[in-house]
C-alpha cells in the first residue's frame, strides 16, 4: 500500500488547513488510517485514526475540537482538517495505515512520506 500525502504548507494562526491522504489500495492489512506529527525535536505524535468501513474514529485527546479526520472510500483518501491553527500544530504530518486501531505508529506497516504544515503567529 502506498500512501501519499498533500494540503501542507505555510499558513497563519488561526487558519485553516485540509490534508488529504490517497491511499493506492485497500488491502485487511490497511483496514485503518491514522495520521501522525512530528515537530522538530520532538516525538512522532498521534492525532487521529478513521476505519474505512464505518468510519470509527479516534482523536488524541489533547487535539480534540479542532481536529476533525474524515474518509472518502470511492476515492480511497483521507482527510485531516484543522481549524484555528496555533503556532504549536507545525509539524510534518505522517499518514499512515494498518490492521488495527491504534495510537502506537509501530501499530502501521504503510506510511507515507508527510507534508510540512509551517504557522505563522
Known amino acids: 500500500v502506498q500512501l501519499q500525502a498533500s494540503g501542507g504548507g505555510l499558513v497563519q494562526a488561526g487558519d485553516s488547513l485540509r490534508l488529504s491522504c490517497a491511499a493506492s489500495e485497500r488491502t485487511s492489512d490497511s483496514k485503518i488510517m491514522a495520521w501522525f506529527r512530528q515537530a522538530p525535536g520532538e516525538e512522532r505524535e498521534f492525532v487521529a485514526s478513521?476505519?474505512?468501513?464505518?468510519?470509527?474514529?479516534t482523536y488524541a485527546d489533547s487535539l480534540k475540537g479542532r481536529f476533525t479526520i474524515s474518509r472518502d472510500n470511492g476515492k480511497s483518501t483521507v482527510y485531516l482538517q484543522v481549524n484555528n491553527l496555533k503556532p504549536e500544530d507545525a509539524a510534518v504530518y505522517y499518514c499512515a495505515t494498518g490492521p488495527v486501531r491504534s495510537r502506537d505508529i509501530s501499530a502501521y506497516a504503510y506510511r507515507g512520506q508527510g507534508t510540512q504544515v509551517t504557522v505563522s503567529s
Open positions: 478513521i476505519t474505512w468501513r464505518l468510519g470509527i474514529t
